[in-house]
């Protein structure tokens, strides 16, 4: 009876499914739950350009599905995926203290205003260098900006990387930084996402790697969500069955799910 806390619908820029599909699909899996966390990324490169939220429409419309289409047995809940940028931590701010959101996650899309999911990022220079580049944004994002519950598929950047080999080779050229990163949500008390998109993306394992979750308890991580960063009905709550056997290898026996910015812990079986 796990809980979807990363999906998105039609008020993102990349997803045209309509929320209550989301629901209904959600329910047929068998879910207790799940939390909308559509997309606020905010100066998102132009010539990508299509995360802009309708904040003043998106809160009011999902807590209202909320309230007509959650049971006794089944929860829905209302998030945000913001990307973090420096330069926008004041806004992002605001837009995650504005509304009664229940969650916030906080990711990393933008590695000097360029996004792994392109072939254009990967153009630029070596791989290693431009992944070792990716982590220490992320650390330069969550030291600017701290107002998120969990840090967003912490290994984003691998699931895009065009070589094979990078794709899928050990974390251990970038443990120093993934190690200041980890220590730092710890200090922060603030859980890391488990994101099974990876597997759909052709990769062996969630985001992050096994690695890097044993890792995040071996630092004394406590808290750990789990999503599927579903963009259509289909991929809700997709390759959970993997999660319950992975996430106890690696030390974990319960998930965290965030009600109005405060977990509440669940087993995994």
Known sequence: MLWDNHMHCNFSGDSDANPLDMINSAKSKGLSGI???????????????????????????????????????????????????????????????????????????????WDPYFESFWERDDEKKLLQRYYECILENITAFTNFDTLGHLDYAFRYAPSEQVKHNSHLPYAEIIDAILERIVKLDKALEINTAAFRKGMNAPNPAPSIIKRYHELGGKLITLGADAHTPEDVAADFARLPDLLEDCGFKEFAVYKNRKPECYPLR
């Open 35 to 113: 939390t909308f966390t559509d997309h606020l990324d905010i100066d998102y490169p132009k010539q990508y350009g299509f995360f802009d939220l309708n904040l003043s429409d998106y809160y009011p419309t999902i807590k209202a599905l909320s309230d007509e289409n959650s049971t006794k047995d089944f929860t829905i809940l209302t998030g945000l995926e913001i990307g973090i940028q420096p330069h926008v931590a004041d806004r992002c701010n605001k837009a995650a203290s504005d509304r009664p959101y229940d969650f916030i996650i906080g990711s990393t899309h933008i590695v000097d205003g």
